[in-house]
């Protein structure tokens, strides 16, 4: 099913790479698609208004300010409903979590024949784990099996994405 150079690197390293670059990219759109925009600058919005309270909350009982902790206390019963709205608003963001798990558990039948403990066919990465990427370390290098890299790759990719379309409450 694979061609053998797929087995050792550099070809393992870029196909791991292909391969979480891809499922990123889809699992962004199916994001972008079912969670609309809006919903992000929302939750945006709330999640500076909360740490901006926060904020002035830690200043308060660090400096023992009795007027900002009051104007703070006053503001509480708001910040803990928009923690409200966005715990919900991302309960129902996970709604697409058991779609992901589907084709995360296809994608990676199709690369190393196996799902769990099953083997159903053998493939390059179906054997033992080979390290497929090497990455600088303190003494040396530190190598990766195609697992790890996979999840270094896929980080690196899925946030890359979800700032390209929006999707993170992260800084713009």
């Given at each position: 099913m694979f061609p053998d150079w797929l087995a050792v690197p550099p070809g393992s390293t870029l196909f791991i790479m292909l391969i979480s670059l891809l499922f990123a990219l889809f699992i962004s759109v199916i994001n972008r698609i079912f969670n609309p925009r809006e919903q992000f600058g929302q939750m945006k919005a709330w999640k500076k208004e909360i740490d901006a309270w926060l904020s002035d909350y830690r200043k308060a009982t660090r400096s023992n300010d009795?007027?900002?902790l009051a104007k703070v206390k006053k503001q509480e019963k708001r910040i803990k409903q928009l923690q409200?709205?966005?715990a919900a608003q991302s309960f129902r963001q996970m709604k697409l979590m058991p779609i992901n798990l589907i084709f995360f558990f296809l994608i990676w039948l199709l690369v190393t024949g196996r799902i769990l403990s099953w083997q159903?066919?053998?493939t390059p990465f179906s054997g033992s784990v080979a390290p497929v990427a090497y990455i600088p370390w303190l003494n040396g290098v530190f190598p990766l099996d195609y697992f790890a890299w996979y999840i270094l790759c896929?980080?690196?990719f899925g946030t890359l994405f979800n700032r390209l379309f929006g999707l993170g409450m992260g800084g713009d």
């Open positions: 009795k007027q900002l409200m709205k966005m159903f066919f053998q896929s980080f690196l």
